[in-house]
């Protein structure tokens, strides 16, 4: 049986001001609902012994980062890193295309061709009011056989 090496995964770091962090939570938590590409949304727990991650319910997270009606999301945000370190957002299998996502799509890297799909997203931030995201993720998978090739 012949066995396919799994596509090479690409990590890219990058860094975002709270604006633009605030943009990328909305395309996040938002512009994309009614999609089925979060397999989970997970901030790190206390207590290791419990396994290292703690699934955040979406609408847990949307209220937290935010809040409908919130009038200084921004500080929200920053409440949000203070009281986990990091929030981490995995997709499905297929994971998601970058594209879907306005702000990725702005500040990606363009040499990057190799990051078309998304696997893990992980943000987190720093003293300095900086938010650091980091993106692993790979080429598109090829597109399934036609019925016409299958014969």
């Known amino acids: 049986m012949k066995r396919t090496s799994p596509s090479p995964q690409e990590r890219v770091q990058l860094n975002f001001d709270v604006v633009t962090m605030k943009e990328l939570l909305r395309d996040l938590l938002f512009r994309e609902a009614g999609?089925?590409?979060?397999?989970?949304?997970?901030?790190?727990?206390r207590h290791r012994w419990l396994g290292a991650w703690r699934t955040l319910p979406t609408y847990e997270a949307e209220q937290q980062l935010l809040p409908v009606g919130g009038r200084d999301i921004n500080?929200?945000?920053?409440?949000?890193?203070?009281?986990?370190?990091?929030?981490r957002a995995?997709?499905?299998?297929?994971g998601m295309p970058v594209t879907a996502i306005r702000v990725l799509r702005l500040h990606c890297p363009t040499l990057n061709?190799?990051?078309?799909?998304i696997h893990r997203l992980e943000c987190a931030a720093d003293a300095q009011g900086l938010y650091h995201v980091s993106l692993l993720g790979g080429p598109a998978s090829p597109p399934a056989p036609s019925a016409c090739e299958r014969g």
């Open 113 to 117: 061709a190799a990051l078309e799909r």
């Open 90 to 94: 995995e997709f499905h299998d297929g």
């Open 75 to 87: 500080r929200f945000i920053q409440q949000f890193f203070t009281t986990y370190a990091c929030l």
């Open 35 to 45: 999609q089925a590409y979060f397999k989970r949304l997970a901030v790190p727990r």
